[in-house]
């Protein structure tokens, strides 16, 4: 096993985002490539926490051999963190209006 192989996490933390977003083209040709021309839609289907893990991995260790990360990410766990409210990263909405019903963004 190599020192890199070693520094690899066993479980990567993503954000309730991170796992809605699509991959970049340029990760799904890669996964493609390294998954011997399989569809992206079908890894994606069969690996979904695979993937991201993946995703993870190369935002994280962006320095380390491809085929390493996807092999390692295999093994990997992913934890979702709850959304944290007091970030200031997501839009909390106020409560609807009774003359509309419609719920505006808080200010």
Do not use: C
Request: charged share 20%; hydrophobic share 40%; proline share 10%.
């Amino acid at each position: 096993m190599t020192e890199d192989a070693q520094t690899l996490p066993s479980v990567v933390e993503v954000t309730p985002a991170f796992t809605q977003r699509l991959p970049t083209q340029r990760i799904i040709d890669l996964i493609t490539r390294l998954e011997s021309g399989r569809p992206f839609p079908e890894i994606a289907a069969d690996m979904p926490f695979r993937v991201i893990a993946f995703r993870k991995l190369m935002a994280d260790h962006p320095d380390a051999d491809h085929t390493s990360l996807w092999l390692h990410s295999y093994d990997v766990e992913v934890q979702v963190l709850e959304a944290d409210p007091f970030t200031g990263n997501g839009r909390t909405l106020t409560p609807p209006s009774a003359a509309t019903g419609v719920a505006f963004p808080a200010t």
